[in-house]
């Protein structure tokens, strides 16, 4: 964030910040009274909209979040994982404070929680933590230490895949960030595409961006990145699953390195 504010200054936007967000938690849970609409009705408006946007050239990442704000409101939640906080960012200039889900699988790089925690006071987001049913402690004592050197599949499932696809059950939609320049598994991402595993419409607003353009607009717009995607990490996941990527390399060849997976369980 900007640097070149007055100690009176940042303290005048926190007071700001901090009220604004007090109003729209005391607002959120009327927001969130209309009923959820039943499968069918989303699998059909997904179906719809992906038709729609797929076959326009000219559609962008503004186009697709002005329709997700029409069409779903509050029912909406952005998926993060605090590598930076652009999509939050971008998502919020057509829904302030956005529920944005971040998936706390107790692994994470002290660098990402603190990532988090700058989001958190910062920005115009409603934070919300996914935790796994099982501390780390209660996985090592019932399944074996470190089951993500043993089964990183297995871990993923209990520590991301499940608690976020429980934490889902309450939307419409949930906003990613893949990308199509992430690798191949993610080359052919569309705008819009029905999730079928979690039930709801799945929206990429960023598909078409690439690595560079991410990190332009952080820049531009004074995004908070994460301090270890200029180190080395284009992809962070948990730090035991996560080293750097050499020049040149595929950006998520740093997850899982060793093991024949590129995919958390998420997106796939």
């Known amino acids: 964030m900007s640097t070149d504010l007055t100690l009176a200054e940042r303290r005048e936007r926190q007071l700001a910040h901090d009220a604004a967000k007090t109003e729209h938690e005391q607002q959120r849970e009327e927001l969130l009274s209309r009923p959820r609409r039943d499968e069918a009705a989303l699998e059909r408006i997904a179906h719809e ?3 729609r946007f797929g076959n326009d050239p000219s559609v962008g990442t503004d186009d697709v979040l002005a329709w997700v704000s029409q069409e779903f409101g509050y029912r909406t939640a952005v998926a ?3 590598a930076d906080a652009v999509l ?3 998502v919020a200039r057509h829904i302030p404070w956005v529920d944005t889900l971040f998936l706390d699988t ?3 790089f002290s660098e ?3 990532t988090r925690d700058a989001v958190e006071s910062s920005m115009e987001l409603t934070i919300v933590d996914v935790l796994p049913k099982r501390t780390v402690a209660e996985q090592d004592a019932e399944l074996g230490k470190d089951l993500f050197a043993r089964d990183p599949a297995l871990c993923c499932q209990l520590r991301k895949v499940e608690p976020l696809s429980d934490s889902l059950s309450g939307y419409e939609v949930w906003i990613t960030g893949v990308r199509r320049d992430e690798g191949p598994t993610r080359a052919d991402t569309p705008w819009v595409t029905w999730d079928a595993k979690n039930r709801l419409v799945k ?4 598909a078409d961006w690439t690595f560079d353009e991410v990190l332009a607009y952080a820049d531009e717009q004074d995004v908070i990145v994460n301090p270890l995607v200029t ?3 284009p992809s962070i996941g948990c730090l035991p699953c996560t080293r750097k990527v050499a020049e040149g390399e595929d950006p998520r060849a740093g997850r899982w390195a060793g093991f024949n997976k590129t995919e958390c369980g998420l997106h796939t």
Do not use: F, K, Q, R
């Open 49 to 51: 909209a992906e038709e």
């Open 106 to 108: 107790g692994y994470h």
């Open 203 to 206: 929206v990429n607003p960023l």
């Open 88 to 90: 939050p960012h971008v």
């Open 231 to 233: 180190d080395g990490y």
């Open 80 to 82: 993060c994982s605090m």
């Open 112 to 114: 990402t929680i603190g």
